[in-house]
């Protein structure tokens, strides 16, 4: 049983670049979201995408972006990168309990480490 | 607003040694869910345990055990007989109601190393 898998593991980019990373979600889960943990601190949310919408936001400027496929995988994009957006990047999925807007425990992925130079 | 505080930044103790992590949490809401995690060096957070806001039972899963008390806003952690294998970065975390559990607040984490 696959859990979450994020692409690429690292990344180096330049200031005012694009970068676009992805998530599969854990089988048999259909929400994911995105945490971005600097270095020395917790994660912070981003966003949740379920049923291929934006559900949730954190406070995130509108650079940052993503999108659910109907396979339930997930995108994260950031333009204009800034030195400050350097950090490990983790996809969590979840499985959103029917009748309910509750989800089961968030599963992590390994993350994406991103470099801005 | 929601918080999450992990006092102790760093904690180093020796093979066999119980060790306690203390977490302080703030919030608004009467319900609320509180998570602990654990981050290896290979970076994928691995979750321990949920626990709602109504359910003040303390819990032991093996050497784990977890004591959450609502008048004082702390859930802490403990590991008896702590293993090498326990050293990693320990994340304490929160979710309102009002996000249905599913948008975390973390704390800073506490980094823990076991010697042999």
């Known amino acids: 049983d696959a859990g979450v898998t994020q692409s690429p593991t690292h990344l180096i980019k330049t200031r005012g670049q694009q970068v676009t990373l992805r998530c599969s979600p854990k089988s048999g889960h259909d929400t994911v979201s995105w945490y971005q943990q600097a270095l020395g601190q917790g994660p912070q949310f981003i966003f949740q995408?379920?049923?291929?919408?934006?559900?949730q936001r954190g406070n995130f400027p509108d650079r940052f972006s993503g999108h659910q496929f109907p396979n339930y995988s997930s995108e994260l994009n950031v333009n204009a990168l800034l030195l400050g957006d350097s950090a490990l990047y983790l996809c969590?999925?979840?499985?959103?309990?029917?009748?309910?807007?509750?989800?089961?425990?968030?599963?992590f992925g390994n993350g994406t480490r991103l470099t801005v130079t | 607003a929601q918080k999450v505080t992990q006092a102790q930044t760093e904690i180093s103790v020796v093979e066999k040694e119980d060790v306690t992590l203390d977490c302080v949490y703030e919030?608004?809401?009467?319900?609320?869910?509180l998570f602990w995690y654990k981050q290896p060096p290979s970076g994928e957070l691995v979750f321990l345990i949920r626990r709602n806001s109504f359910d003040e039972q303390n819990e032991i899963s093996g050497r784990y055990s977890w004591n959450f008390q609502k008048s004082t806003s702390s859930f802490n952690f403990t590991i008896t007989a702590s293993q090498v294998v326990d050293s990693a970065v320990y994340f304490c975390a929160l979710s309102e109601r009002g996000n249905a559990g599913n948008m975390l607040t973390f704390g800073g984490g506490t980094r823990l190393m076991v010697k042999p």
């Open positions: 995408y379920y049923e291929e919408e934006e559900r």
């Open positions: 969590a999925s979840s499985l959103r309990l029917q009748g309910s807007s509750y989800n089961s425990p968030l599963h």
């Open positions: 919030t608004r809401d009467t319900t609320y869910y």
